[in-house]
């Protein structure tokens, strides 16, 4: 190895996101001298961008809201749609840490997350929650706390966002989706707390009222900086260096000078998974091959996993994703999560053949994971067209395209992509699909949405599907026939929020060697390591909630710090 200057800590963590800022707080509350590493110029990682909710079961929030929640139904409940290869060990250590780690975060920071009525996403197996109250989100923070790094945290996502820069709450989508009394002069309170945000406007479009994911990470990040912990930007990974078996650091760019970082303790990767890494994603996971789609950032490209196998970690279900269909705006360099859209009224999605073949509101993870094997057999799913009918286009809001504002007011690469018909037949000939086929779709669904019904795939049946439907729609408030002209549609890809198969971890985190034994000094959390899940998708915050559990967890058990 040639010389390279040396810096000693006792926790490296690599990555920057919820699970790493976490663990790293962890340590430096226990007396550790921790350093953060960040291979881009922005911090924050895929949580910055993320809703922030996090799935903890028999959580103290839960109790308070009357839900008497217990771990061995939430075991019971993981176990059974997790992977047969997933640990016991592991899905047990997350649904019995997750508590602690949540009460913890809770009192060594400012963020504070409420228990929400929101269903687990397959809330009638055994042991789910058909009331919800596992799924957490966190209330908004102020980013003024953050001083200057509120300028280098990672903007929420387009998807989360509104008009691309306007953070909001959880809550507030509701106001402003069914545009509750008062929604008016909700939205223009927040246009103008944004645009007098001065003079910090005049130097930034952040908007410095944290939501979702970014008061998240922006809380752990306030937290951090009162411990003095340094993140190091643009600092990329290069190498996991070894001495007698033993992980002891790490071989780090920063800012194009490589530096030796000596870790007495251990290091956690926290890196995210390889979803903008398109030549992994052919070679481990061919059944979601459009990198451009993941709504991903742009650095997860697995380098903190190639780092761990070349020390000699196993890896674990590197097939999976976080599957999600999402719509593609041309020129972003991301997909843009669809969650909400594909439950609400007055809508249907078809493949290529002007065919339904899916339940539209059911999850994201198996209605994406049900585009891309429909894709993978039949080559018809990608694009798939979301289709809707003037009623939809004025009441709600389809991914890029906004309720209200004329087609002519939206930008110009959203209107390249919104087709439009003044009857289905127009509407099939700008799709470029068979006509008659489309017609007799949307003729079948309609004569079963006006009774509420869908025998086909019982949209609307289970506990989840009605989480975002209309409520003011009845019977079914996710069924309405398509009915008034003119029709719509926009294409949605098979897509996915990140890859979640990665290193092999216990229910430690410890990073498990081809050996079968824990590689010393060495810890994998988030998508870095392959998720306690499998390539199920139980509930809304089964990814950051392990994520900042499992982050906990190894901190701890790297500090040798007990209960």
């Given amino acids: 190895m040639e010389e390279v200057p040396e810096y000693i800590v006792d926790m490296l963590i690599v990555g920057s996101g919820a699970g790493g800022l976490l663990s790293a707080l962890v340590a430096a509350e226990n007396h550790a001298n921790v350093l953060v590493i960040e291979k881009e110029s922005l911090w924050g990682g895929t949580s910055a961008t993320s809703g922030a909710g996090i799935w903890i079961p028999a959580s103290d929030q839960a109790r308070a809201e009357g839900f008497d929640d217990n771990v061995d139904d939430a075991f ?43 269903p687990d996403y397959h809330a009638e197996n055994p ?29 929420a996502s387009p998807a989360a966002s509104l008009f691309g820069y306007l953070n909001w709450h959880f809550d507030e989508t509701y106001i402003l989706l069914f545009r509750q009394p008062g929604w008016w002069w909700h939205l223009t309170k927040s246009l103008a707390r944004y645009w007098l945000d001065w003079p910090f406007r005049f130097k930034s479009s952040k908007d410095r009222r944290l939501t979702l994911g970014n008061a998240l990470v922006g809380g752990i990040r306030m937290a951090l900086n009162k411990k003095n912990v340094p993140v190091w930007l643009n600092s990329p990974l290069e190498e996991l260096v070894q001495k007698d078996g033993k992980v002891i650091g790490a071989i780090v760019n920063r800012q194009g000078r490589k530096i030796l970082v000596r870790a007495r303790k251990g290091v956690i990767l926290a890196a995210g998974g390889f979803e903008k890494n398109a030549e ?53 360099d991301r997909g843009r999560l669809c969650t909400i859209e594909r439950a609400l009224p007055g809508s249907i999605m078809v493949n290529q053949k002007g065919e ?76 470029g699909i068979d006509q008659v086929a489309l017609e007799t779709t ?38 309405r026939p398509l009915t008034k002209g003119p029709f719509y549609a926009m294409p949605i890809y098979p897509g996915d929020i990140g890859t979640n198969g990665g290193l092999m971890t216990d229910d430690k985190a410890r990073v498990i060697g081809e050996n079968g034994k824990p590689i010393a000094g060495l810890y994998a959390v988030g998508n870095n390591a392959a998720s306690a899940m499998g390539e199920s998708y139980p509930g809304a915050g089964v990814t950051i909630g392990p994520a900042l559990t499992f982050g906990y967890i190894a901190a701890r058990d790297a500090l040798g710090v007990n209960d």
């Fill in 76 to 118: 019971a409940y993981v176990r059974t749609l997790s992977k047969d290869n997933v640990p016991d060990e592991n899905i047990r250590s997350y649904v019995t840490n997750a508590s602690k780690m949540l009460r913890w975060m809770g009192d060594n920071t400012d963020i504070e997350y409420c228990a929400f009525p929101y």
């Fill in 127 to 155: 042991g789910g929650s058909p009331t919800g109250y596992r799924t957490h989100m966190p209330l908004p923070m102020d980013g003024r706390k953050l001083g200057k790094d509120v300028e280098t945290l990672r903007f």
């Fill in 280 to 332: 992994m994603r052919n070679e481990h996971a061919p059944l979601y091959p459009n990198a451009l789609y993941s709504g991903g950032t742009a650095g997860n490209t697995g380098d903190s996993i190639k780092a761990g196998m070349s020390v000699g970690a196993e890896t674990l279900n590197m097939q999976s994703a976080w599957a999600a269909p999402v719509f593609y705006v041309p020129g972003e």
């Fill in 356 to 431: 339904r073949y899916l339940n539209e509101a059911a999850s994201y993870h198996v209605v994406g994971q049900q585009m891309a094997r429909r894709e993978q057999e039949h080559g018809d799913a990608s694009p798939s067209w979301f289709v809707f009918d003037h009623e939809y286009r004025h009441k709600y809001p389809v991914g890029p395209l906004l309720p209200i504002m004329p087609d002519w007011f939206q930008r110009g690469e959203v209107q390249a992509i919104l087709k439009k018909g003044k009857s289905i037949a127009d509407l099939a000939g700008d799709m």
């Fill in 442 to 479: 949307i003729s079948r669904f309609n004569e079963n949405a006006a009774k509420g019904e869908d025998p086909d795939f019982h949209r609307g049946a289970a506990a989840y599907d009605k989480l975002y439907g209309d409520p003011r729609v009845t019977p079914n408030p996710c069924l």
